[in-house]
């Protein structure tokens, strides 16, 4: 299962800058994550959450451990990506792997930084970016349907299914329908998805403005927001220069002045960090306790068995029930001790399927 997701757009939109600011995080982050290493592209960072510190408050607990998600600076994407322009092959090939995608869009002006097409136009930079990505999936859907059809023809009927699916895919690319998304399955989904296609990844927009309009928002990230009212598609507005400045700057007292001069806070990172994580499709689970709180992240609609599996494979082998409370009602009543006294903590079995923001003791034989 996959926690990945991919930083795309043209050259020169500030991807490398936005990813720099989330290895500054991690870097901070560091302590608690002593077998965490990250490859140049890759970096692994922790999903900020509210809950956490109020849960580790009520139970007193030492330590907070945050789930985590990778994040990946795939190199940017040319006009003819597709058709293997500026090593587009390759960076295609980055994007396939990943879960779901950031698509940083410039909304700047710097006349030192060039602009591929020498002009910023959020709305011409996203469809040249679409329309390479949907011009590689044509291509890819093709090849699968011929694949499968030469099987077909020696009597693996057994293939059918899968192939009258990529006709269907096929069919939404070419008229450029990504919106389709809701005509298929998980099950269905999760096929097109192993099979590389990207324009059914789940996406998020991300605008990249200058410090001066972050807060007010300028003509640039307004074309950007219309767009992804239309299409359904979630929009964060990021500094990705001022984000890389300030997580360069380890001195706290240093950086929030400096924010304070600026005007600005840094929950740009954060938002960026959470949509991402949203567009996985998972739910966050917890274990607290006096030791540590932590938050584990889930496949949405997983049994209790396997979010033990999360913690330890012999949590999962051995497993007999799960006590489970959710975190709202823990913070209501104050804590464990205090949910127990009241007999507010539910045992669930196998069955049971874990819900986002459940907190959860497990019981297992070993
Ligand atoms: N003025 C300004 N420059 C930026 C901003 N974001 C990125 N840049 C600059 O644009 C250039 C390209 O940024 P980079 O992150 O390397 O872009 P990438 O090619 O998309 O990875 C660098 O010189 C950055 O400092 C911004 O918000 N404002
Ligand atoms: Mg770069």
Known sequence: MGFKCGIIGLPNVGKSSLFNALVGLQKAASENYPFCTIEPNVGKVPIPDDRLIQLSKVNNSKSIINAQMEFVDIAGLVKGASKGEGLGNKFLSNIREVDAIAHVVRCFEDENVTHVHNAIDPEYDIEIIESELLLSDIERAENIIEKLNKLIKIGKNENKEERDLFLKVLDNLQSADTNALSNYSPEELQIINKNGILSFKPLMYVANLDEKSIKSGNIYNQKIKNLSKI????????????????????DIKEKKEL???????????????????????????????????????L??????????????????????????????????????????????????????IVQDGDVILFKFNV
């Open 231 to 250: 299409k359904k598609i979630p929009l964060v507005n990021i500094s990705a220069k001022i984000e890389e400045e300030l997580s360069s700057i380890k």
């Open 259 to 297: 924010m304070k001069s600026m005007d600005i806070d840094q929950s740009g990172l954060d938002q960026f960090i959470s949509s991402g994580f949203k567009l996985l499709n998972l739910v966050t689970f917890f274990t607290s306790g006096e030791k540590e709180t932590k938050a584990w992240t």
């Open 299 to 352: 496949k949405k609609e997983s049994y209790a068995p396997d979010a033990a599996g999360k913690i330890h494979t012999d949590f999962k082998k051995g497993f007999i029930a799960a006590d489970v409370i959710s975190c709202e009602k823990l913070l209501k009543l104050g804590g464990e001790k205090e949910a127990k006294l009241s007999g507010n903590i539910r045992t669930e079995g196998k069955e049971y």
